[in-house]
Each structure stands twice: as structure tokens, then as C-alpha cells.
């Protein structure tokens, strides 16, 4: 149990829906990443968090957006949803900034299906 | 541009088999670290190792070991003598100056009994 958590495991919802997902971090870690994993796109970094600030922006759709709170917890938020946007999503965490020199402890993933 | 190579998509060997994971990658930065995880048929990703580019000692944990060579620009991965609770899909990964990871595209490895 790497202490990241992830709400919910699953979530089956239809195309044009909008869904929230949520993630706690690790225990006095300050950052938060989100990465999509498809199988056509592989492992994908979305968006970093630090502090309550966005730290660094990877391949991020614009109908996608994230946030994290004053208690250190992120939300991402998927709108419109599409077909393709079907896909493991995890959220990670670290201690510092800069995620080279700190570790990345992953959380379970939520598993989103859109029919 | 940065990239992570695992060229091997798949390899099965038969337990207590040695096994070598390739991993090749491309970065213009002197600075940078390289990760291993390892994510098993339940899903989760598990943290296996990181390693800096000024660091190029082979590192060994057990029955793992790590060859980071920056000639090759490789860091390839090798489980020596097999359990079947090896067998995952292994990513390789760069951070680098874009401040984010690059990961490969995974090598699925099945240890049969």
C-alpha cells in the first residue's frame, strides 16, 4: 500500500458526461500528479499540483481540468466525455517540487469506462 | 526531444530462469534520473528504483540488479533466478529539465512455473 488513495476504483458513465475524480496523497506530500494509462496511449502524465499551486502541464485535454485543495487532496475533472477517454487514471504523489529527485508513490487507479 | 525505448514487448521464461529488461533512453540534459516500476496484474504502480545521471553505480536489491550505463544511454533491469510473483509489466521512465515523466511503452514479463 504505497498510503496514496483514489475514489472510485470504477466508474462507468455515458459519452458527453462530465466526472470528478479524487485523490489524497501520501501523508506530508505536498505534490500531486495525475496520468492517464490507455492502452493505444500508454502511460501519459496529465497535470502537476504542488501546494495548491499547478506546478507542470503534460498532454492535458482542455476538457480536462485538475485542482488541489488547501488540504492537499487533487480533484481532476473530465468533461464531454469521449469513447477514447476511456482509461486507467492514477494519481501520484511526492514530497517535493521537483519529482526527479523525490519518489513518485502511485495510488490503485480509477478505471473509467464511457459506452 | 526525450523518449524511453523498451524495445521488448514481451518475454516469458520459465521460473528461476535470470531475465534482462532493455531499457534505452534519449535526453539533452546532463541532469536527470531514471525510475523503474513494476505494475502487476492487480494495477497498481509499484516504485522499484530511481537513479540520477551523476550516479552510474550498479545497484543490486535482492534479486534485482540495475546497469545504468550513460555511454549506452541505457539502464537496463535484471531478476535474477524468477518467481512466478514477478511476472508484471515493468516501465521504465526519465525525468528530465520538462519537469515531468517520460515513460516507455512497458515490457510484459510472464514467469511460467
Known amino acids: 500500500d504505497s498510503g496514496v488513495t483514489q475514489t472510485p476504483k470504477h466508474l462507468i458513465t455515458a459519452t458527453g458526461q462530465r466526472v470528478t475524480l479524487r485523490c489524497s496523497p501520501r501523508?506530508?506530500?505536498?505534490?500531486v500528479y495525475w496520468y492517464q494509462q490507455s492502452l493505444d496511449q500508454g502511460l501519459q502524465f496529465l497535470i502537476q499540483y504542488y501546494n495548491g499551486e499547478e506546478r507542470a502541464k503534460g498532454n492535458i485535454l482542455e476538457r480536462f481540468s485538475a485542482q488541489q485543495f488547501p488540504d492537499l487532496h487533487s480533484e481532476l475533472n473530465l468533461s464531454s466525455l469521449e469513447l477514447g477517454d476511456s482509461a486507467l487514471y492514477f494519481c501520484a504523489s511526492s514530497v517535493g517540487r521537483t519529482s526527479g529527485r523525490d519518489t513518485q508513490y502511485f495510488g490503485p487507479g480509477t478505471r473509467l469506462t464511457v459506452l | 526531444a526525450q523518449k524511453v525505448t523498451q524495445a521488448q514487448t514481451e518475454i516469458s521464461v520459465v521460473e528461476k530462469e535470470d531475465v534482462t529488461l532493455d531499457c534505452v533512453y534519449e535526453?539533452?540534459?546532463?541532469?536527470?534520473?531514471l525510475f523503474w516500476y513494476k505494475q502487476p496484474p492487480s494495477g497498481e504502480l509499484v516504485f522499484l528504483i530511481r537513479r540520477n545521471s551523476f550516479d552510474e553505480q550498479n545497484e543490486i536489491s535482492g534479486r534485482y540488479s540495475w546497469n545504468f550505463q550513460k555511454s549506452t544511454s541505457s539502464f537496463n533491469f535484471t531478476i535474477t533466478a524468477s518467481q512466478v510473483v514477478d511476472s508484471a509489466v515493468y516501465f521504465c521512465?526519465?525525468?528530465?529539465?520538462?519537469?515531468?515523466?517520460?515513460w516507455g511503452a512497458g515490457t510484459k514479463l510472464i514467469i511460467k512455473p
Open positions: 521512465a526519465l525525468f528530465d529539465s520538462n519537469y515531468q515523466l517520460i
Open positions: 535526453t539533452r540534459d546532463t541532469t536527470y534520473y
Open positions: 501523508s506530508g506530500d505536498l505534490s
